[in-house]
């Protein structure tokens, strides 16, 4: 199968669909794959080292969107809705929930659409959006701390604090990926932390991970609202797969929290948790409503593309294999969590919570895979 690997064009995206080491399994499987020039020299990847793993190097995106199965990052810009055809297999992060423009683009289309994001295992876990998660949740911690400094607009607040005074209060919604990950580091830095869940079994497995060294608190309005006023930092965790975020932060509580703190909300991909969340970029990561800060950029791996592609890679390559190896009639037949994955299909949302978020009907992916 020819495989495209286009250069990312998203703001603030360096990451890369393949890596040469991903290339070579790829190549020896006699798969054939076309890198569009320059496509991973932001992480230090040179065409000539694509070259040496047995890629064809080509020009331009154009050559790359060509092939019969297209891997990305990002989901396709407007600029990339062009290159969509009827008889391609898109393989990416697509986020389709708060982007009706990009959904009705690949349904206008025709062609096969597949979202990291919702890739199930056989235990209900999501392991292509895991990698990023474990990145983005670190990272939040690590924005979080920036920003609260006073020259960044913040409070002020030493998230670790120093001997005589406290340390900063972090409140993390969500006690998934994102939120386990963001827990460790938060933690790591010294700070007094907060978990605020809606089911009681991932609040206990922090709470025995990290026995005496977190609060855990189970979600409702009461609880989320004083979690988050007495919070310097929160970080939103929480994930609906495939679907839109659900927003736990009202325009009313937010003017209840203390000036200068930070939001980061994790979510933004889905539409974020905050009412007044909206995407932000690496180049312009933070705005200010009612004297809080929100951190909402929505490609946060984004920011360490060489960690971030390699982590990528080990967890997306299997799939591109079945995918390249069987065709993705029979690698999604075989596969009920990867059939999950399908987002898009000949012009039919193929997966219900997308379908749900943006109010359209939708069809089952096995129907679409048996047509």
């Given at each position: 199968?020819?495989?495209?690997?286009?250069?990312?064009?998203?703001?603030?995206?360096?990451?890369?669909?393949?890596?040469?080491?991903?290339v070579?399994?790829?190549?020896?499987?006699?798969?054939?794959?076309?890198?569009?020039?320059?496509?991973?020299?932001?992480?230090g990847?040179?065409?000539?080292?694509?070259?040496?793993?047995?890629?064809?190097?080509?020009?331009?995106?154009?050559?790359?969107?060509?092939?019969?199965?297209?891997?990305?990052?990002?989901?396709?810009?407007?600029?990339e809705?062009?290159?969509?055809?009827?008889?391609?297999?898109?393989f990416?992060?697509?986020?389709?929930?708060?982007?009706?423009?990009q959904?009705?683009?690949?349904?206008?289309?025709?062609?096969?659409?597949?979202?990291?994001?919702?890739?199930?295992?056989?235990?209900?876990?999501?392991?292509?959006?895991?990698?990023?998660?474990?990145?983005?949740?670190?990272?939040?911690?690590?924005?979080?701390?920036?920003?609260?400094?006073?020259?960044?607009?913040?409070?002020?607040?030493?998230?670790?604090g120093?001997?005589?005074?406290?340390?900063?209060?972090?409140?993390?919604?969500?006690?998934?990926?994102?939120?386990?990950?963001?827990?460790?580091?938060?933690?790591?830095?010294g700070?007094?932390?907060?978990?605020?869940?809606?089911?009681?079994?991932?609040?206990?497995?922090?709470?025995?991970?990290?026995?005496?060294?977190?609060?855990?608190?189970?979600?409702?309005?009461?609880?989320?609202?004083?979690?988050?006023?007495?919070?310097?930092?929160?970080?939103?965790?929480?994930?609906?797969?495939?679907?839109?975020?659900?927003?736990?932060?009202?325009?009313?509580?937010?003017?209840?929290?203390?000036?200068?703190?930070?939001?980061?909300?994790?979510?933004?991909?889905?539409?974020?948790?905050?009412e007044?969340?909206?995407?932000?970029?690496?180049?312009?990561?933070?705005?200010?409503?009612?004297?809080?800060?929100?951190?909402?950029?929505?490609?946060?791996?984004?920011?360490?593309p060489?960690?971030?592609?390699?982590?990528?890679?080990?967890?997306?390559?299997?799939?591109?294999?079945?995918?390249?190896?069987?065709?993705?009639?029979?690698?999604?037949?075989?596969?009920?969590?990867?059939?999950?994955?399908?987002n898009?299909?000949?012009?039919?949302?193929?997966?219900?919570?997308?379908?749900?978020?943006?109010?359209?009907?939708?069809?089952?992916?096995?129907?679409?895979?048996?047509?």
């Open positions: 199968m020819r495989i495209g690997v286009p250069a990312e064009i998203k703001s603030g995206e360096f990451r890369v669909g393949l890596v040469p080491a991903s070579r399994e790829l190549r020896a499987a006699g798969h054939e794959v076309l890198v569009q020039s320059g496509a991973g020299a932001p992480i990847f040179g065409d000539a080292q694509y070259a040496a793993a047995g890629a064809r190097i080509v020009p331009g995106a154009a050559d790359a969107w060509a092939a019969e199965l297209v891997v990305k990052v990002k989901e396709p810009q407007a600029a809705y062009a290159f969509l055809r009827p008889d391609q297999v898109l990416t992060y697509l986020h389709l929930a708060p982007d009706p423009r959904t009705e683009a690949l349904q206008r289309a025709g062609g096969v659409a597949i979202a990291y994001e919702t890739v199930t295992d056989r235990d209900g876990g999501l392991p292509l959006l895991a990698p990023m998660s474990a990145v983005a949740g670190r990272l939040a911690v690590q924005a979080g701390a920036h920003f609260l400094e006073k020259t960044q607009g913040g409070r002020g607040v030493l998230l670790g120093v001997p005589g005074v406290a340390p900063g209060r972090v409140t993390v919604l969500g006690a998934g990926s994102v939120g386990s990950h963001a827990v460790r580091m938060a933690l790591g830095l700070a007094a932390v907060t978990v605020v869940n809606r089911t009681l079994p991932r609040l206990d497995a922090l709470d025995r991970e990290y026995p005496g060294r977190i609060r855990t608190l189970l979600a409702g309005g009461a609880v989320i609202e004083e979690a988050v006023c007495g919070a310097d930092l929160v970080v939103g965790a929480v994930l609906h797969p495939g679907g839109v975020a659900p927003k736990l932060i009202d325009r009313a509580l937010l003017k209840k929290m203390q000036r200068g703190a930070v939001i980061v909300d994790v979510a933004i991909d889905q539409g974020g948790c905050c007044t969340s909206r995407p932000t970029t690496h180049a312009d990561p933070v705005f200010v409503e009612e004297g809080v800060l929100h951190y909402c950029v929505a490609n946060m791996p984004g920011a360490v060489l960690t971030s592609a390699l982590a990528l890679n080990n967890a997306t390559l299997p799939y591109l294999r079945a995918l390249a190896d069987k065709g993705w009639r029979r690698a999604l037949g075989d596969d009920p969590g990867f059939a999950a994955g399908l898009v299909c000949a012009g039919q949302i193929a997966h219900a919570a997308v379908a749900q978020a943006l109010g359209k009907r939708w069809m089952a992916p096995q129907e679409l895979i048996a047509a």
